[in-house]
């Protein structure tokens, strides 16, 4: 599979099985992780946890359920047996944003290479408000002092065979100048 074509399957996998992800695919993981671009080289400014304790899994879920006790789905991490938290520096302004921005590309990465090792994956952000907010959760996950969590690759084996994307280059509105 060629970076394109591992693009093209990667979509969000919201059922997984229960079916655990091993030692050397999270390695793989990290690894694809610690590839991405980072602005200004910032690399001081992201931390990643992974969890695949089910307990602090469940604990997430609930306090992001509990945070939004109207929201439809009860299951927003979707029974993952994985997940790979990016946590990054709380700086002011433009930096601080530009961090947010560096974790997306680390949150990509991770993504396309579960793709690429036949992984269901899915970019979870709903989540994010209620543990940022919850120390013990943060603790737990060993957000360091100073961070923030920003987004979860949840990883494990999808129940269902996902659809990959059509090649297109008409999804997105293209100027041409
Ligand atoms: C910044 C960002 C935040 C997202 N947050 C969530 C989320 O909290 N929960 C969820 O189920 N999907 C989330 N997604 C996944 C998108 O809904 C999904 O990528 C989009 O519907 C396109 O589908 P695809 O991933 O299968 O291509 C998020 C994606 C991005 C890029």
Do not use: W
Request: hydrophobic share 55%; glycine share 6%; charged share 20%.
């Amino acid at each position: 599979m060629n970076v394109l074509q591992a693009m093209l399957a990667r979509r969000s996998c919201r059922d997984f099985t229960a079916e655990p992800v091993t030692e050397k695919e999270i390695e793989q993981l990290l690894l694809a992780a610690n590839a991405a671009p980072v602005g200004m080289a910032r690399f001081d400014a992201i931390a990643l946890s992974v969890i695949q304790d089910p307990a602090l899994l469940s604990g997430i879920e609930a306090a992001a359920c509990a945070a939004a006790p109207e929201a439809a789905n009860k299951h927003p991490l979707y029974h993952a047996p994985a997940g790979i938290l990016v946590s990054v520096k709380q700086e002011e302004g433009r930096t601080g944003e530009m961090h947010r921005m560096s974790a997306a590309c680390v949150m990509e990465n991770i993504l396309v290479e579960a793709a690429e090792l036949g992984l269901g994956s899915v970019y979870l952000m709903g989540v994010m408000a209620a543990l940022s907010q919850d120390a013990a959760l943060c603790a737990a996950a060993k957000v360091p002092a100073g961070f923030v969590p920003v987004a979860m690759a949840a990883v494990g084996h999808s129940a269902a065979e996902l659809e990959p994307h059509p090649a297109t280059a008409e999804r997105f509105a293209c100027a041409r100048v």
